[in-house]
């Protein structure tokens, strides 16, 4: 059990893997990360914001048993259990541990390379609450595997996590992904990743029809989910090849391109004019909605990511943790961003967010992620 404080004064539980007696012997790296890792566990005096909706409740008391939350009730009621090691929490709040959906090992370093930092990264999540992660695509092939399991055998500390495969991707400009070549590559890529420990999977944006039905035939046998940011097959093509999740809300559909061609990405700002004035009553939208409910396919805001690329925001805190020559390239990024009044994204930002809201309100599952890549800053 970690106890992490926030800046903010915010605690959240930090579970590194189930507290048993077949919980792995921490090395000399997780130490230093776990405060208290005692069997049973009383928080007193704390206010507990339980993530609900519901109001903050003061002076509570949370029982923790071997690595499982086991009761929570006023301090007043909530009986200590013998041998508990008692914690006061006066002052401090408890929140539930985040659970993000779509994270990143790797951050834009320039250009169109991503620098791998599996261990600051995932150090820096923990630090910010958050407990459970999806890493949506990497660059690597290994890393996030590797790191995950090292995790889970507590030789590293971090996140649980939800280890995603090399991006299924077609043929690309990116020199960090694997072209597939048809869907029987896809199949193999798919096959290949999973045998090597990978628990998730991410379509990309040049991906066709034909392998990524076979990419999620292939995975769904292996018991895999597919999430996917496309831009070649849209949204109402992928729910129809059964793909579980979509990844950045709307703001990566192409379903409203006039004249999309199949199998052929428009570009991702031909997909974002459209959504900017997209109406959320129009019976197209609302058609693509009842589809993705019916089909039970989530979607995953990253609303974090695209206001680093609308004027008018604020700058985003923690610029501190970054280097100086990443620091430097992101203030250089937000300068122009804010001065681009222009900007598609002063439409699109607003407006993908009611979609998301109308999706919700459709009766949608709608998941969250930080997306920490585009122009760094997140």
């Known amino acids: 059990m970690q106890i992490r404080v926030l800046a903010a004064g915010i605690l959240t539980l930090a579970l590194a893997g189930p507290m048993t007696a077949q919980a792995p012997q921490l090395s000399n790296a997780v130490r230093p990360f776990v ?3 005692e069997p049973v566990i009383i928080l007193n005096n704390a206010r507990v914001i339980d ?11 949370i029982v923790i048993r071997d690595g499982n939350i086991a009761a929570v009730g006023a301090a007043a009621t909530v009986k200590p259990p013998d041998g508990a090691i008692a914690i006061d929490l006066a002052g401090k709040t408890v929140i539930p541990g985040l659970v993000m959906f779509h994270e990143h090992l790797y951050y834009p370093s320039g250009g169109s390379v991503y620098a791998q930092l599996g261990q600051s990264f ?3 999540y923990l630090a910010g609450g958050v407990t459970t992660m999806r890493t949506g695509g990497n660059v690597n092939g290994v890393m996030d595997i590797k790191l995950k399991q090292e995790i889970e055998a507590g030789r590293q500390p971090g996140p649980d996590i939800d280890a995603t495969a090399p991006y299924l991707n077609g043929p690309n400009s990116f020199l960090q992904m694997h072209g597939l070549k048809d869907a029987a590559d896809a199949r193999k890529q798919v096959a290949y990743w999973a045998d090597m420990g990978a628990t998730s999977l991410k379509a990309y944006m040049n991906i066709t029809r034909a392998q990524l039905g076979a990419a999620v035939e292939e ?3 292996r018991g895999i989910k597919v999430t996917g940011h496309l831009c070649s097959v849209t949204y109402s093509e992928a729910a129809d090849l059964g793909i579980d999740n979509l990844e950045h809300g709307f703001f990566a559909s192409t379903d409203f391109v006039e004249g999309k061609k199949p199998d052929e990405c428009p570009g991702q700002g031909a997909g974002q004019r459209t959504v900017a004035t997209l109406d959320e009553n129009s019976e197209p939208f ?8 019916d089909r039970k396919v989530a979607l995953t ?7 680093t690329f609308t004027p008018g925001r604020p700058k985003p805190p923690g610029l501190e943790v970054l280097v100086t020559p990443l620091r430097e390239l992101y ?3 937000f300068t122009r961003v804010s001065a681009d009044t222009q900007s598609n994204y002063a439409k699109l930002f607003p407006n993908g967010m009611k979609l998301e809201r109308a999706f919700v309100r459709a009766g949608g599952t ?11 800053g997140v």
């Open 51 to 61: 993530g609900t909706g519901s109001p903050a409740r003061e002076n509570q008391s």
């Open 35 to 37: 405060k208290h890792g």
């Open 122 to 124: 995932s150090r820096l």
């Open 366 to 376: 709608l998941i969250a992620g930080t997306d920490p890549t585009g122009s760094g």
């Open 219 to 221: 995975a769904h046998k």
């Open 301 to 307: 805001s990253t609303l974090t990511v695209f206001e």
């Open 286 to 293: 609302k058609a693509l909605v009842k589809k993705l409910v």
């Open 331 to 333: 203030e250089r990024s």
